[in-house]
Nanobody, 125 residues
């Protein structure tokens, strides 16, 4: 089980920190991702992280978002800075066995993860 939190409403240029707590049935050694879905649009991955803690980002969020993971707590984070109206979306965390090339998780269509959270809404205005 994955449970997201930290969403909310924020002004343009503001910051939010999303969290995703993974329960025991989600292996701690899985790679993880943050995926967004804006109204009327398909899901797209913003950031992915490997077991060494190395993050890879979609072009649209690179330099503004940072993905990290606390291995002890098995909790994933997304620090979102300089938020824009186009960042408004439902944000989901997801997990799966690490692929050979993690950057493949950033291309469409979104990878079919076996573990998904319920989502947390981010609204930027």
């Amino acid at each position: 089980q994955l449970v997201e939190s930290g969403g909310g409403s924020v002004q343009v240029g503001g910051s939010l920190r999303l969290s995703c707590a993974a329960s025991g049935d989600v292996p701690s050694w899985y790679c993880m991702a943050w995926i967004r879905q804006a109204p009327g649009k398909e899901r797209e991955a913003d950031a992915v992280i490997d077991t060494d803690g190395s993050g890879t980002y979609a072009h649209s969020v690179r330099g503004r978002f940072t993905i990290t993971k606390d291995k002890v707590k098995n909790t994933l984070y997304l620090q979102m800075n300089r938020l824009k109206p186009e960042d408004t979306a439902m944000y989901y965390c997801a997990a799966d066995k690490c692929p050979n090339d993690l950057s493949g998780w950033l291309v469409l269509p979104v990878h079919r993860y076996p573990y998904w959270g319920q989502g947390t809404q981010v609204t930027v205005s």
